[in-house]
């Protein structure tokens, strides 16, 4: 787990640095989508090719909760987002299972508790329950945290609302010629356009679609409304009209 929760922490604390350098020195708001494709280019680089030991899911975990506080922020309510600092700052690290972030086991002669594997690890995790989760229920997010003391806790989630439809419709579209290449599963990390010959690393290329998938979505509504008023600085997708 060190080397995991030691990750976390450095790409935190790298998104961090880039949020607050774009803004601060190009006035570029630099978003989550923006953060995993960096992301993907540290994974890439040979300094940083350590990163790779650890699931991609869990890093971007860790710009998730980035963008959270950054979002606590703007809302007011949080201060500006702090570096995690080794010692000082609680170490987690946060699993899901949609992206292979862990296996599930199902206790039959104990129902609700399990054996949980985390993604590149072979043992189960050692799990003293504190009480088991409803039977039949398997978890779709898990969060290992490290107190200062030493000690370790899981807390599960095993209920999460859907992502967004535009994950699927973005995923499989070339986002270089905007060819449409078919929904990618989650299993095709990686697929090469027909059209233009682009390899494209999945969560990539839909993040650049999202994007500008969001975009279009804004000029929209603001082509939409009446003249004079200055348009609003963000408008929620779940605001349109459908
Ligand atoms: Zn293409």
Not at 93 to 111: I, K, N, S
Request: aromatic fraction near 8%; glycine fraction near 8%; hydrophobic fraction near 35%.
């Amino acid at each position: 787990m060190e080397k995991t929760f030691g990750a976390c922490r450095w790409v935190y604390n790298q998104g961090l640095e880039l949020r607050r350098n774009g803004w601060e020195q190009y006035r570029v708001s630099v978003g989550y989508a923006e953060t995993c494709r960096a992301l993907t280019g540290w994974r890439r680089a040979e300094e940083t090719s350590w990163l790779t030991e650890v699931s991609s899911t869990v890093l971007q975990q860790s710009l998730r909760h980035l963008d959270a506080a950054f979002q606590g922020f703007f809302k007011g309510a949080r201060k500006y987002p702090k570096r995690k600092r080794k010692h000082l700052a609680k170490d987690s690290a946060t699993y899901v299972r949609a992206g292979m972030g862990f296996r599930w086991g199902e206790d039959a002669d104990r129902p609700g508790t399990g054996l949980l594997t985390l993604a590149k690890q072979t043992e189960p995790l050692s799990v003293r329950w504190s009480r088991p989760l409803p039977p039949g229920v398997v978890p779709v997010k898990l969060t290992i945290t490290r107190d200062r003391a030493g000690r370790y806790f899981v807390s599960v989630l095993v209920e999460e609302v859907i992502e967004p439809l535009p994950k699927l419709i973005t995923d499989g579209r070339c986002s270089v010629c905007r060819a449409d290449g078919g929904n990618k599963g989650l299993s095709v990390r990686a697929w090469t356009c027909a059209e233009c010959g682009t390899l494209h690393d999945r969560d990539a290329n839909a993040a650049v679609n999202l994007r500008e998938e969001g975009l279009r979505l804004y000029r929209l509504v603001v082509e939409a409304l009446p003249a004079g008023p200055t348009p609003p600085p963000l408008i929620r997708a779940r605001d349109l009209p459908r």
